[in-house]
């Protein structure tokens, strides 16, 4: 495929460059341990290896006069040193949106989500894993679903905006009401606290089958029902009743896309506890027929539709960039979280060949500091193993708590560290990396793009 030096930035990742500041940026990060200390020279090369096959990671972002836009790097993209999981500077960063670092035995990927989402993120770490191993140990990789072959060329679909090939032609967004929010004291900027919950696969894909539905919906479901003890414990409560998860939804699945580029959507489950709180057998019942209506194509689509139409009305579309930043930063911060009281992510059961599955012992993902909202949940689920990565912006632990207490009482027994594996890096000294472009790359075209 013919690899454009600039492309427009996908419609649910134009939020991420207009809200970033120094001190918030919407990131992420995704671990693989494996069973022998990593040789960062080999890292290194396996990422030079891996990069040609994914170009979509090779784009940074730019300001363009009117939107966002990405444009193709031309230095190397290299391995960084470790440490902790906060907002980075792209700049800085050789303009690369991703850092790749190594931990002992452990390969962490920091993702700002400009890039891509968590599908798209953990398909491009295990491929650099696979290709790591085939250098460090010689191993035979049968590649597929989340380990890409290097010496394959990139396809077209890849690259593609998943949003204008599916947005339908009319759309509409639900309006919901603010949701309540879990208090506490708020940390330094600098600050992400966090929990990890290990618990057995088996046990409780076992449990949700007892309930009649799947894992996330039961832990969704666990979640909201949790959030109730902590609501009733505080004297604010009655000021809002609606207990509200936001869920991602990958949109590949659904749309049959093989985009690696952002293309997910979310959903809002609820609970409004107005007249009463929920048992938890209500609660599960109540979540399993929400999720399954609001997954549906139809109610996706009418939601992706209303934002690509916001973003090409032409309206908006003729205001600039440097008067669109502030307003949509202002909207993000007044109303991006006020709707969901936690966001629980959940990327799924991760299948790797036979000759990684020898040396992988682990796979994590976190999410970073949300702006308003407490803290967030994300899973994956490796090798019999369901880890969920708690990570809040507040000092209380009590959500946590209340939620692994809970899940004993299930009779689902779980292991806890304090901090969640993923945030145990080596810190290193960061080396300052330039972007490099094309000089001949940057036409007017790329700054009267609307």
Known sequence: MTIPEWTRLENSAIIYPSCQTHKYAVVYRMS????????????????????????????????????????????????????????????KNGGYMFKLSASGKRIDLDVFHALTDGTGAMTFLLSVTGEYLRLAEGVSIEYGKWVYDPAEAPLEEEMEDGFDRFSGAKGSLDQESPAYHIKGKEELPEVLNSLGVSLSSADIAAKAREMDCTVTELLSALMLYSMQELRRNDPSRRKHSALRMELPVNLRPVFASRTLRNFSSYVYLSLDVANGEYSLEDAVREIKYQKRLYVQPSHLTRRIAANVALEDNFA???????????IINIINHLKGDKYATYTFSNLGRIELPEAMREHVRDIHFILGRTRKRSGSCACVSYGGTLNLDFSRKI??????RIFVRNLRALGIWARVQVPSEPLRPE????????????????????????
């Open 32 to 91: 693989v341990t494996l069973d022998k200390i990593i040789d960062r020279a080999l890292l290194n090369q396996a990422l030079v290896n891996i990069m040609p096959r994914f170009p979509g990671f090779g784009f940074t972002v730019r300001k363009g006069l009117f939107w966002w836009f990405l444009r193709k790097l031309e230095n190397d993209a290299q391995l960084t040193p470790g440490g902790p999981l906060k907002p980075f500077s792209i700049k």
């Open 316 to 326: 908006v579309r003729c205001v600039p960039l440097f008067l669109k930043k502030p």
């Open 427 to 450: 810190v290193g000294t960061e080396q300052k990396r330039r972007p490099v472009f094309r000089s001949s790359s940057l036409i007017p075209r790329f700054l009267l793009s609307i």
């Open 395 to 400: 000092a209380e632990d009590d959500f946590e």
